[in-house]
């Protein structure tokens, strides 16, 4: 009989070495919209199951100025909740835009906005088709989304209609606006960098 079959195993080999796991990031998503956008980044969120990224999604339904002076309030009073703050808005009516810009200064964490000119209907519009002429307004926009989700509205945006085709809009998205940093160009929209943000 082999008696070092029968002696216990030194205490170092019996413990196991505790699994290395990389943190999460965690995005806070601030939406300029009520209904679309944080419909949209849900849908994505909930499609992606990314575990490397933890994202929370609220609207409040104001300027681009205000959403990035409220998300940066958010980012504050939560300390060190979050890694990362994007900031989802129009172009449409407003003009504050240049002071969105620079609040993203005063955000203790890494501020990206996310800007759709004219829309973020032109988000959604890509990926169905490319548009390369300018838009005036979500007006402008609607009666070409509706060719391809002819029941589009606002308030009941399904996800599963758009999921197929997001590598299109992240290519067209691209070729309107390579760098995703000029909302001047109408129409762009840099918001494939959030898709990206979210599947990395």
């Not at 240049?98 to 800007?115: D, E, F």
């Not at 399904?158 to 999921?163: K, S």
Request: with cysteine; aromatic share 8%.
């Amino acid at each position: 009989m082999n008696r070092a079959r029968n002696r216990p195993l030194p205490q170092e080999k019996l413990s196991r070495r505790q699994a290395y796991r990389e943190p999460r990031r965690r995005l806070l998503v601030v939406c300029g919209g009520k209904e679309t956008e944080p419909a949209y980044v849900n849908g994505l969120r909930q499609q992606l199951r990314n575990p490397a990224v933890r994202v929370e999604v609220t609207a409040i339904g104001r300027s681009p100025s205000q959403v990035v002076e409220y998300g940066v309030k958010q980012v504050r009073r939560a300390a060190d909740t979050y890694d990362e703050l994007w900031c989802v808005v129009d172009v449409d009516q407003f003009s504050d835009l240049p002071k969105a810009a620079a609040l993203t200064r005063k955000s203790p964490v890494p501020t990206t906005v996310i800007v759709s000119n004219p829309c973020f209907e032109l988000w959604l519009l890509l990926h169905f088709a490319d548009q390369r002429n300018p838009l005036a307004c979500y007006a402008d926009v609607k009666p070409l989304l509706c060719k391809h989700v002819p029941d589009y509205e606002k308030n009941t945006l399904l996800f599963a209609t758009y999921w197929p085709r997001i590598g299109g809009a992240v290519d067209r998205a691209k070729r309107l606006e390579p760098d995703g940093t000029d909302h001047r160009v109408n129409p762009s929209t840099n918001m494939w960098r959030l898709v990206e943000a979210m599947s990395s």
